[in-house]
C-alpha cells in the first residue's frame, strides 16, 4: 500500500521559517517526480513546487519563488520544502504527491498530472 506522509507544518509567525517533510512508503518512488501542493480555504489547490525524478531540475509558483526550496532524499524516498521568509497569504494545507509518469522529463504541473497524495499538512502564519 501507497503512503505519503507529511509533517513539519505548524503555526508560525511572519517571517518565520517552516521545513515540510513527506515521507514516502510501499514502494520507490525513484524515476518519478515529486510536487508540493497547497489549498486555503474556500481556494482550489494550488502547485507550489516540484522536483524532476533525478533532483536535476526545481520548479516553482512565483508566490514562493525566492522563499521556498523543494529537495528530496531518494534513498530515503523522503521530499522536502523549506519555506523561508513566510508571508500569511502563506496559510494552507501543504500537500505532497508522487507523478503518475515515471521518468517525466522536468515537472508537472496540474494536480491531474500527480497520482499519489499525502493527507495534509497544516501551515499557519500570523501576522
Known amino acids: 500500500q501507497v503512503q505519503l506522509v507529511e509533517s513539519g507544518g505548524g503555526l508560525v509567525q511572519a517571517g518565520d521559517s517552516l521545513r515540510l517533510s513527506c515521507a514516502a512508503s510501499?514502494?520507490?518512488?525513484?524515476?518519478?517526480?515529486m510536487g508540493w501542493f497547497r489549498q486555503a480555504p474556500g481556494k482550489e489547490r494550488e502547485f507550489v513546487a516540484g522536483?524532476?525524478?533525478?533532483?536535476?531540475?526545481?520548479y516553482y509558483a512565483d508566490s514562493v519563488k525566492g522563499r521556498f526550496t523543494i529537495s528530496r532524499d531518494n534513498a530515503k524516498n523522503t521530499v522536502y520544502l523549506q519555506m523561508n521568509s513566510l508571508k500569511p497569504e502563506d496559510t494552507a494545507v501543504y500537500y505532497c504527491a508522487v507523478d503518475r509518469r515515471r521518468w517525466r522529463s522536468g515537472s508537472a504541473y496540474s494536480s491531474l498530472e500527480y497520482e499519489y497524495w499525502g493527507q495534509g499538512t497544516q501551515v499557519t502564519v500570523s501576522s
Open positions: 510501499g514502494r520507490t518512488f525513484s524515476g518519478y517526480a
Open positions: 522536483i524532476s525524478w533525478s533532483s536535476s531540475s526545481t
